[in-house]
């Protein structure tokens, strides 16, 4: 179940010269629905970050692609887990291709808070934490507990 999700269209500048929507794409997909999401409760992510005086690089971004997005295909993205640390944000989504009925990826982008003042990373501020949490976040180390206790079933 998605915690959010977000749809968008392949646009011809989306696309290579085969009409299939390029790989870079899906980390612009999954940032904008990143975005989205803190827009549909408060507005802006921006804001919250000027106010904390933070900046959240990314440090890690991979996906795992399964079916290709075409020149108008209209898809999906939602994001299935955020998992929050003391020092990181790893959001996990699902990229769907609505118009063939497909799932194209797996993405994961981990995200780190830079005091901007200091150019150093700083722990998660609390107000940030609990706004994560109001859209169903996760601790990272209460998941990992949980999966490690279920390894011996």
Known sequence: MALYSHRFMVYWSDTDAAGIAHFSNFFRWCERTEEELFRSRFGSLS??????????????????????????????????????????????????????????????????PVKLSEMRSVEIPPQIKESLFSFGAVEKNKRVKVQEGSEGR
Do not use: Q, W
């Open 47 to 112: 804001g919250l970050l000027a106010e904390a005086g933070l900046a959240f690089p990314r440090v890690k971004a991979s996906c795992n692609f399964f079916f290709p997005l075409f020149l108008h295909d209209e898809l999906r993205v939602d994001v299935v887990e955020i998992l929050v640390g003391e020092k990181s944000i790893t959001y996990r989504y699902e990229i769907h291709n609505e118009s063939k009925g497909m799932k194209s990826a797996e993405c994961e982008i981990v995200v780190v």
